[in-house]
């Protein structure tokens, strides 16, 4: 923590000087140390403080680097506001190392064996809830933003409140099928051809939705479910076959989209002639610290709490029922890129106060989920794991935990973990 402070103080007085490239590599080099520090740790590449600190201050850096006209330079409060979030997170972690115990102990893998024939029926379940939730919606839209070719924001409006949360829970089923075929000894011919064709729908419904996320989502998914029971078997083949499966599909969905190099770029006001390949990335992590300090800058009256809360109003329909719950506008650099960093609605909400408090508690929840991990778990909590990972790792993206579509995912798989659990004392080792 000792370096991050250093750096972050480095970061902070080059840039009061204009020095922004040095400036934000101080912090990109901060957040490379720290990982590797925590892997050195964990002996795993799959910890959730080490992807946090490469995710949050490496962001951090990237945006300090100031590549955009969007960017302006930051408020003194927007600076403390993410340091604050970084040295809470890992300080509540480090005091529950002290006094807990060591989470990255090496145990015995011990794992209680699912019910493998209800973990099956829960994937075939999903696939048909997810294609019939998507059809109802197709057919009362009258649409769908595949064939939308020149409508940028199609994917958009394919949204019928309540119903899309069923139609995107097909991104649970690759991971639930991993899990699955690495429990189940045997498997025949008919069910092969029904988890395949649970796992097409899997994959083929956020393409059709035009949905970059969720096809990313699923995928990452399925893939940090699988390393995690590879954890000693990790390969670099791995991380090339994924990027092998995103790329072109994060690719195609980007046209079908009808976002093209001349409408991106000037969205993105990037000051130099960066290929697109480059400046969509950065734009995607550098901007949102930049919407945070626009919040900062513009931002009248703190909500109290109503903001964060949103995922209770928007799951029970209250939001229907008393609009005015969900009547907080957004505060950002530019209409079109409203994408924040996870401490965004903590600061809406309770100002500096609310960024720490919040990102104690994400350190503490960290803590907890590496000693549950490491214990005798029933295998579905690695796809628990697996979501709470994706969200350090895009903690530069968005405000995850007040999105209703994070909570119903968590939902559904607390659900699949108790249907699934096996009541014998079967167990294997690993």
């Known amino acids: 923590m ?10 902070y007085l080059f840039s009061r000087i204009e020095q922004y490239a ?19 740790y964990s002996k795993s590449l ?3 403080r080490g992807i946090f600190s490469l995710a949050f201050v490496g962001g951090e850096g990237l945006s300090a680097m100031k590549l955009s006209y969007l960017a302006k330079p930051w408020n003194i409060i927007t600076w403390l506001c993410i340091s604050l979030a970084f040295i809470c997170f890992y300080a509540v972690f480090n005091i529950l190392k002290e006094y807990g115990g060591n989470p990255y102990i090496n145990s015995e893998r011990v794992l209680e064996k ?9 994937i075939i379940i999903i696939a048909l809830v997810s294609a019939v939730a998507f059809n109802i919606e197709a ?6 933003p595949f064939f939308e070719r020149g409508v940028p924001h199609a994917y958009s409006y394919f949204h019928i409140s309540g119903v899309h949360y069923f139609t995107v829970s097909c991104v649970l089923i690759p991971a639930l099928s991993i899990i699955y075929l690495h429990e189940e000894g045997k498997l025949d011919a008919v069910k092969l051809v029904f988890l395949s ?17 969720q096809f990313m989502f699923a995928v990452l998914l399925a893939f940090i479910t699988f390393l995690i029971l590879k954890r000693e078997k990790i390969k670099p083949i791995y991380f090339i076959m994924l990027i092998v499966v995103i790329v072109p599909v994060y690719l195609l969905l980007s ?13 993105f006001e990037m000051k130099y002639k960066f290929p697109i390949y480059i400046s969509q990335p950065y734009i995607y992590i550098a901007n949102n610290y930049d919407n945070l300090n626009t919040l900062i800058n513009e931002l009248p009256n703190h909500s109290l709490g109503m903001k964060g809360l949103f995922p209770l109003w928007a799951l029970t329909g209250l939001k229907f029922v008393y609009p005015k719950l969900v009547d907080f506008p957004i505060f950002v650099n530019k209409t079109e890129l409203t994408t924040v960093t996870l401490f965004y609605d903590a600061f809406y909400d309770f100002g500096i106060i609310g960024v720490g408090v919040f990102s104690a508690i994400l350190g503490a929840v ?10 005798t778990k029933h295998a579905a909590f690695y796809m628990i794991y697996a979501q709470f990972f994706i969200y350090m790792a895009l903690s530069f993206f968005t405000t995850w935990f007040s999105n209703p579509a994070t909570w119903f995912y968590f939902i559904v798989t607390v659900a699949i973990f108790f249907i699934c659990e096996q009541k014998g004392k079967q167990v294997f080792r690993k």
């Not at 699912?114 to 829960?122: D, H």
């Not at 046209?255 to 969205?267: A, C, P, T």
């Open 2 to 11: 000792l370096i991050y402070l250093i750096c972050s103080l480095s970061a």
């Open 139 to 144: 057919i009362i839209l009258g649409f769908i």
């Open 366 to 375: 960290s803590y907890m989920f590496e000693k549950w991990i490491r214990s």
């Open 114 to 122: 699912s019910n493998e024939n209800r973990m099956y029926a829960c």
């Open 255 to 267: 046209v079908l989209r009808s976002h093209d190099v001349e409408y991106l770029n000037g969205i």
């Open 46 to 48: 799959v910890n959730l």
């Open 197 to 213: 064709l649970a796992n097409i729908i899997a994959i083929i419904i956020p393409i059709l939705c035009v949905s970059r996320f």
């Open 22 to 40: 040095l400036s934000g590599f101080v912090l990109i080099l901060a957040a490379v140390y720290l990982y590797i520090k925590e892997y050195g």
